[in-house]
């Protein structure tokens, strides 16, 4: 009977695990200073480049972007990792497929089977198109993308903010309430002590 118990418990342990780290980049993503038009746009276009073939790049293309934009540059940095060692399998293999359909490109690209000069050499020759194909598949399916990202940001930042600003109102006027408080005891002591002199 423990033993069952302790599994069912692990369960759980092992998917806070993994949630935790996305539960705490959304909860700094909705604490991001700015206009929640900013920040979304900075979003949005981090998604975008987050689509592109040029992994490596993604984080600088998006914040030099963000910049000439004066969007937000560190929401645009947290988007664009949509596409991470974990999801770039499946977002290139779907931005192939897609650029490809779009380009009427019928060349399915192969790797060679043996890797020889001959085989590195059919590597680069095919590269280009490679890459133009991932370009065209990026674009189609970040567009969209960057859309929904952008409305769907913008909902949460301004729902957060909906809900934090009777917190602040009441933490505010218990602000003001015990600076009153303190001002009052303040001159209840300089009035017992002048009445001892």
């Given at each position: 009977m423990p033993?069952?118990?302790?599994?069912?418990?692990?369960?759980?342990?092992?998917?806070?695990?993994w949630a935790e780290p996305w539960r705490k980049a959304?909860?700094?993503?909705?604490?991001?200073?700015?206009?929640?038009?900013?920040?979304?746009?900075?979003?949005?276009?981090?998604?975008f480049v987050g689509m592109s073939p040029f992994m490596g790049l993604h984080t600088a293309i998006a914040v030099?972007?963000?910049?000439?934009?004066k969007w937000n540059k560190f929401s645009s940095a947290l988007a664009v990792w949509i596409s991470n060692p974990i999801s770039a399998p499946?977002?290139?293999?779907?931005?192939?497929?897609?650029?490809a359909k779009v380009l009427n490109?019928?060349?399915?690209?192969?790797?060679?089977?043996?890797?020889?000069?001959?085989?590195?050499?059919?590597?680069?020759?095919?590269?280009?198109?490679?890459i133009w194909v991932l370009i065209v598949g990026g674009l189609v399916?970040?567009?969209?993308?960057?859309?929904?990202?952008?409305?769907?940001?913008?909902?949460?930042?301004?729902?957060?903010?909906?809900?934090?600003?009777p917190k602040l109102r009441i933490e505010k006027?218990?602000?003001?309430?015990r600076k009153i408080k303190n001002r009052k005891a303040r001159k209840k002591k300089k009035k017992k002590r002048r009445k001892r002199r």
């Open positions: 033993d069952h118990i302790s599994q069912n418990q692990s369960g759980p342990e092992v998917t806070n695990r959304y909860h700094r993503f909705l604490k991001i200073r700015g206009h929640p038009r900013e920040i979304s746009l900075g979003f949005a276009l981090g998604l030099l972007l963000a910049a000439l934009f499946i977002i290139y293999g779907l931005t192939y497929l897609i650029g490109y019928e060349n399915s690209y192969t790797l060679p089977q043996h890797f020889d000069l001959d085989g590195l050499l059919a590597i680069i020759r095919g590269a280009p198109e490679l399916t970040g567009m969209p993308l960057a859309v929904i990202g952008y409305f769907g940001a913008y909902f949460a930042i301004y729902e957060y903010r909906k809900n934090l600003r006027a218990s602000d003001i309430a």
